[in-house]
């Protein structure tokens, strides 16, 4: 593919080398009522013979590179040059002799100098190969740095996925820890139908987790069904205290979020709000667009002072949505309506 992309850069050029050349010598030869076509048809064979020449240097240069020079390289590509000159100044001479570009002023055999014509074309060659070998050299320069950047774009994004997943990883642990501990105390506390329920749970949103492994974003709707699935499970444990609701506006449920990336801020609303209260309290989890953005809002009963120091869960959110968007994308705590309120805005992409 490359080498038919330098070709076709070639062709294109000779052509118009050859045109443009033709043009010149038609305007200084006005006068002489020379033929048009057959004029502009002389220039475009001579140079587009150059086409071979071209591919010829290009191989030669990949072969006897002249960066850094070296006295075996720059010979060959002298005899290159020189051959490739004489041989193209005899080529100009015959399509000279066949197509009679100038009619009846055009010279016959018996009328060339040869070693005049080579005299005066050879050292034209020489400069049309410098020329092309140092665009042959720009175009491979140009390649490689192309390639570097792809490469380095690519790894780029390696390591951002390799960071992501790590994160993510690092999260489940702490997830788990935290279930079974609750799942712990509620068999402690004689309450088994309800770690029954929990365990069903936690089965589910494992299933979850594992299903998506290695996603780095997921529809709104799948994360909110995993939402609504650990709300139902962690209501097991509060029956009495606690209350929730998820509410997803029309159309948001496609838009593409990164993976459990609302699974550590409904954990934190339950643990440090509705567990630490003695009174009955609230979960709402609301999400929408708003021209290009998404927001998502989760408010919760309690205080921010219940969670004074900022956990590996709200760490691990911070760094994985700097990771994914860079300041595209905000997210922050604060007190509201004597509760606490997370909110979280992301650009808009939506699955197809």
């Given at each position: 593919m490359k080498?038919?992309?330098?070709l ?6 000779w052509?118009?080398?050859?045109i443009?050349t ?11 009522g ?5 004029l502009l048809?002389y220039?475009?064979v ?7 020449p071209?591919y010829?240097?290009a191989?030669?240069a ?6 850094p020079?070296?006295?075996s390289s ?7 040059a ?11 001479v015959?399509?000279?002799?066949w ?11 018996s009328q ?8 005066s ?6 400069i049309?190969?410098?020329l ?5 050299l ?16 690519q ?5 951002a996925d390799a ?5 993510e ?17 509620l068999?402690r506390?004689g ?20 299903d ?10 799948e994360?909110m069904?995993?939402v609504?699935r650990?709300l139902?499970i ?9 209350s929730f ?9 496609r838009a593409?979020v990164p993976n459990l990336i609302?699974?550590p801020?409904v954990?934190?609303?339950v ?20 021209g ?6 989760l408010r919760?009963s309690?205080?921010?002072a219940?969670a004074p ?6 760490r691990?959110?911070?760094e ?6 860079g300041d ?5 705590l604060a007190?509201?309506?004597g ?6 805005d ?7």
């Open positions: 080498t038919r992309h330098f076709l850069i070639a062709a294109a050029f052509t118009v080398f050859g443009v033709g043009i010149l010598v038609w305007i200084s030869m006005l006068s002489h020379h033929s048009v076509p057959r048809g220039f475009l001579v140079w587009l013979a150059w086409l071979v071209t010829a240097i191989r030669l990949r072969r006897f590179p002249v960066v020079p070296r006295p720059v010979l060959v590509h002298v005899a290159a020189t051959g490739i000159a004489i041989a193209h100044a005899l080529y100009e015959a399509m000279m002799l197509l009679q570009p100038y009619d009846r002023m055009t010279s016959n055999l060339v100098n040869f070693g005049s014509v080579l005299f074309r050879v050292p034209l060659e020489w049309l190969y410098c092309v070998l140092g665009g042959v720009a175009f491979e320069y140009y390649q490689r740095y192309h390639e570097r950047a792809l490469l380095a774009a790894l780029e994004r390696s390591l960071k992501l997943h790590a994160l990883l690092q999260l489940q642990p702490h997830f788990l820890f935290n279930t079974l501990n609750a799942i712990a105390g068999v506390s309450r088994n139908e309800q770690a029954v329920t929990m365990i069903a749970g936690l089965a589910d949103l494992l299933r979850y987790s594992l998506h492994a290695g996603r780095q974003r997921v529809p709104l709707a994360e069904d995993m609504e650990y139902e962690e209501n097991a444990r509060f029956p009495d205290r606690m609701r998820v509410d997803v506006a029309d159309g948001a449920g593409l609302l699974q801020l954990e934190n609303a643990r440090h709000g509705i567990a630490g209260m003695a009174a009955a309290g609230t979960i709402a989890v609301e999400a929408g667009r708003v290009d953005r998404l927001h998502i809002r919760n309690g205080s921010l219940a120091v900022e956990g590996i869960g709200l691990n959110t911070r994985r949505l700097r990771t994914l968007y595209a994308a905000v997210f922050g007190a509201a309506g509760g606490v309120l997370a909110i979280l992301l650009p808009w992409e939506q699955t197809s």
